[in-house]
């Protein structure tokens, strides 16, 4: 991997369409599919205490990666379609990933 990090974005949105924002996420998926610059992986959490509140943790190979895959105007068509969907504004936060463990 060279001197690049792994880079993770983790949206947190509210939303109480979540069946549209699934439907809109796998559409979005295909258009993905054998980006070299897309992400690696994305995880999606619920929220146990807040309904309706949702967590996406998204993994690029590095923050370089990531900023590509910003820059793409499909990006930009998917965040706004995304945020129609909130309840209020998503928010953004960006990390470089420090560590990781495999327990199993």
């Not at 599919?33 to 897309?38: E, I, L, M, Q, S």
């Not at 998204?58 to 370089?64: C, L």
């Not at 998917?78 to 209020?88: H, I, S, V, Y």
């Amino acid at each position: 991997m060279g001197t690049s990090q792994r880079f993770v974005q983790i949206v947190e949105f509210e939303t109480d369409r979540i069946d549209e924002m699934r439907a809109l996420a796998e559409e979005g998926d295909q258009g993905l599919a054998g980006r070299a610059d897309g992400p690696k992986r994305r995880l999606v959490l619920k929220d146990r205490n807040q309904p309706n509140r949702y967590l996406a943790v998204i993994e690029f190979d590095s923050h370089e990666e990531a900023m590509r895959n910003s820059d793409d105007p499909e990006t930009g068509k998917f965040a706004e379609r995304m945020a129609a969907l909130c309840t209020r504004p998503p928010s953004f936060t960006d990390c470089d990933v420090q560590d990781t463990t495999d327990f199993r």
